[in-house]
């Protein structure tokens, strides 16, 4: 950031009075601009056996599978969100069963929130940034070919899970991990 959203003038990157971090503040009129972490809703949305996967038509990770998922809007909560980003990317409806797993990426200021569903109607195709959509069995899915480590620790909680017949919300913290880095060139 270089100029206030407020009043243009040029912005400082220092530690504001009574602040414990660096944020950008206004030379001109004070304003402090704080920059938070990015939320990343989405589903995974589930036919019998078999769960829901799109191939991504866009960078990062371009022609990597992932489960249906972006950033949240303003005014949407994550649930909606989620639903919306599974029309979006997959043509697809789906009734949510609830929040199931949240990832904190503080090395990208991202939080991923994924939400347990089924597909209804089962229906989908390819939005705008899906390649392909598919149904998955769990002895089909990709997993060297997965976008983001976020879907991949989803889908292996879902497999434990389907096999204990409980699917508890789960939180943990992600550390960078390089085989979900993205590609160059």
């Given amino acids: 950031m270089n100029y206030c959203a ?28 704080y920059q938070n972490p990015r939320i990343i809703t989405g589903a995974l949305l589930t036919a019998g056996e078999q769960v829901l996967l799109c191939r991504r038509a866009i960078e990062p990770r371009k022609g990597y599978w992932t489960l249906p998922a972006g950033f949240m809007e303003n005014g949407e909560g994550a649930d909606a969100g989620a639903l919306r980003e599974s029309w979006e990317e997959a043509e697809a409806r789906g009734t949510l069963a609830g929040l199931y797993t949240a990832f904190s990426l503080p090395h990208i200021n991202q939080l991923y929130l994924f939400f347990r569903g089924t597909l209804d109607p089962v229906a989908f195709a390819p ?8 149904l998955f069995a769990p002895e089909a899915i990709p997993w060297e070919a997965l976008a983001f480590r976020a879907v991949e620790k989803t889908l292996r909680y879902w497999l434990e899970d389907r096999a204990a017949g409980h699917f ?12 979900f880095a993205p590609r160059n060139g």
């Fill in 6 to 33: 407020q009043c243009a003038a040029p912005v400082d990157h220092r530690i504001p009075e009574g602040d414990d971090r660096p944020r950008f503040v206004c030379q001109g009129c004070g304003q402090i601009h």
């Fill in 127 to 134: 939005g705008p940034e899906s390649l392909e959509v598919a």
């Fill in 168 to 179: 508890p919300t789960r939180h943990e913290t992600l550390e960078p991990d390089r085989r």
